[in-house]
């Protein structure tokens, strides 16, 4: 416990004096709490103070008195952000944390159990300290800044209001806090994938000072890079366009598409998971042993939480409970149905049996695939994102992973970094109107709507997954490389073969 408590105190001050650092080159004025919302092209990206107000002294009475009132939230929109946020957490406790856990021997259940569980519930404490605000508010092209640090600002309890966040719709906002408290669930998840590609060796301590390290330096900063823009609200004529272009993230700058995360969760995670397997090194015995799952059961159940909280993950990031939402909505429920068929149907040509287990996975290999191009694709693209994804990831799972020779002990990368990859660059593909996509809002002042180049928008789109891909692996290899000089990564040779669960955490799940 000692080491646990030293590791993490370190891990504070590593991110503590980072996040200052990181954030000095933006400057921080009061403003920039009133920037962020999100493009439909960017995602559910996020906000800050939608409705910030002018100094009192700047506005002569008679000009408050004119100025119109300011944007009051729907109950709808904000019911529906609430709920969406219940299901991702429902997505990782229990979901993934069932999904992992029924994939482990049964020595290693509650190791996955214990690490998603205390591993969601840390991002989410390290979210309102300090990554929210790297996210979400006005820094530079990278990173945010500190304004929003503790979530100060977020609440004023003098008067007792909320600042407001900006949507895709202009005049449209929601509480900052709802969207604090949904992005957070985002971030907490996104921790909690990784940790299935060195399962059954990681010392525990070790998991949660790495996931300290790769969320401050990953997650936040791609985060920022990827949804982070000024809102709609701020593109008031053509002659503020350029600045408040380049006040947003870099990928946003690019136009790159990410609905709900295909880059800043799935491919971000999914390399992340690989480093680690390279670095952890092959669980003893493989390649020689059979590392049979012990409850497919547990298994189905997990993916079937996923299935359903998902639709919270991607059609809450609409923002809105609108024509946006209820597109992803349907995406996320047909491309996923899609997955599963074309997994079984991948397993049975080629093993000659369909298994539940191909059926689950194929579930997430959907899920994952449509999250980048939920609200971004129309109806039958979403179909062969899917079909597309099931077959693919299937191959992930198998013939990639053994070109890679790494032991990604639950495929996270055979099926987030692939899933992804697919998703990312498909979106890119079916926004276009032309193949019955709902295109992209091409000018913010007059809120037109248009279609960019298929091979323009897809070329934008492989630049910023080969951007993620780069970014995550550096920041991972060092964190994994810190945390291995603080405490090391991976258990003892007896600890691993009697299994985390009594070794760990002195603890275990079934009593003969």
């Known amino acids: 416990m000692r080491k646990l408590l030293a590791s993490l105190a370190l891990g504070l001050a590593v991110f503590g004096f980072a996040g200052y650092a990181t954030a000095q080159e933006a400057?921080?004025?009061?403003?920039?709490?009133?920037?962020?919302?999100?493009?439909?092209?960017?995602?559910?990206?996020?906000?800050?103070?939608?409705?910030?107000?002018?100094?009192?002294?700047?506005?002569?009475?008679?000009?408050?008195?004119?100025?119109?009132?300011?944007?009051?939230?729907?109950?709808g929109d904000v019911s529906w952000m609430l709920l969406s946020t219940l299901l991702v957490i429902m997505?990782?406790?229990p979901g993934l944390a069932l999904f992992y856990g029924g994939l482990v021997r049964s020595k290693n259940m509650l190791s996955i159990l214990m690490q998603t569980m205390v591993t969601f519930s840390l991002i989410t404490v390290l979210w309102i300290i300090y990554g929210y605000s790297l996210a979400f508010t006005e820094g530079n092209a990278y990173v945010g800044g500190l304004s929003r640090l503790f979530l100060n600002g977020v609440f004023d309890p003098a008067t007792g209001s909320f600042a407001m966040a900006a949507t895709f719709s202009k005049g449209v906002v929601i509480p900052e806090i709802v969207f604090v408290a949904?992005?957070?669930?985002?971030?907490?998840?996104?921790?909690?994938?990784?940790?299935?590609?060195?399962?059954?060796?990681?010392?525990f301590s070790a998991v949660?000072?790495?996931?300290?390290?790769?969320?401050?330096?990953?997650?936040?900063?791609?985060?920022?890079?990827?949804?982070?823009?000024?809102?709609?609200?701020?593109?008031?004529?053509?002659?503020?366009v350029d600045a408040t272009n380049a006040k947003a993230g870099l990928l946003w700058q690019w136009g790159a598409l990410d609905f709900a995360g295909?880059?800043?969760?799935?491919?971000?995670?999914?390399?992340?998971?690989?480093?680690g397997a390279y670095l952890f090194g092959k669980r003893i015995g493989y390649g020689k042993e059979a590392f049979t799952p012990h409850s497919l059961t547990l298994t189905m159940v997990g993916a079937s939480l996923l299935w359903v909280g998902w639709f919270g993950f991607n059609a809450g990031s609409a923002l809105e409970a609108g024509n946006s939402a209820s597109l992803a909505f349907l995406n996320t429920f047909s491309?996923?149905?899609?997955?599963?068929?074309a997994w079984s149907l991948g397993e049975a040509m080629f093993k000659g049996k369909a298994s539940m287990l191909g059926a689950a996975s194929g579930a997430v290999a959907?899920?994952?695939?449509?999250?980048?191009?939920?609200?971004?694709?129309?109806?039958?693209?979403?179909?062969?994102?899917?079909?597309?994804?099931?077959?693919?990831?299937?191959?992930?799972?198998?013939?990639l992973k053994k070109l890679l020779g790494a032991d990604d002990s639950l495929d996270v990368f055979g099926?987030?970094?692939?899933?992804?990859?697919?998703?990312?660059?498909?979106?890119?593909?079916?926004?276009?109107?032309?193949l019955g996509g709902p295109g992209l809002v091409t000018d913010w002042v007059s809120v037109t709507v248009g279609s960019n180049p298929i091979g323009a928008q897809v070329w934008i789109q492989l630049k910023a997954v080969l951007l993620t891909i780069v970014w995550s692996g550096v920041v991972s290899f060092i964190a994994y490389k810190i945390t291995d000089l603080v405490i090391g990564l991976r258990v003892s040779e007896e600890e691993e073969r009697e299994g985390l669960d009594i070794t760990s955490h002195g603890e275990t799940a079934y009593h003969q």
Request: hydrophobic fraction near 60%; glycine fraction near 10%.
């Open 91 to 93: 997505m990782a406790v």
């Open 366 to 399: 959907g899920l994952v695939a449509i999250t980048p191009a939920a609200g971004n694709v129309g109806i039958v693209g979403a179909l062969i994102i899917g079909f597309i994804a099931g077959f693919v990831c299937l191959w992930g799972v198998n013939g």
């Open 415 to 434: 099926v987030h970094g692939v899933g992804g990859i697919v998703g990312a660059l498909l979106t890119g593909v079916f926004n276009s109107q032309s």
């Open 182 to 203: 949904f992005q957070a669930s985002f971030a907490a998840i996104t921790c909690c994938l990784i940790i299935g590609a060195f399962a059954e060796r990681a010392k």
């Open 335 to 341: 491309a996923t149905a899609a997955a599963v068929l």
């Open 208 to 240: 949660l000072l790495f996931a300290v390290l790769w969320f401050t330096f990953s997650y936040a900063p791609v985060a920022h890079m990827v949804w982070f823009w000024m809102g709609p609200d701020a593109y008031t004529a053509k002659d503020v």
């Open 27 to 75: 400057s921080a004025p009061a403003a920039e709490a009133s920037a962020a919302a999100p493009a439909p092209e960017a995602a559910s990206a996020p906000a800050a103070d939608a409705s910030a107000a002018a100094p009192a002294e700047a506005a002569s009475a008679a000009d408050a008195a004119s100025a119109p009132p300011a944007p009051v939230p729907n109950k």
């Open 262 to 275: 295909g880059t800043v969760v799935h491919i971000n995670a999914a390399v992340a998971g690989l480093v």
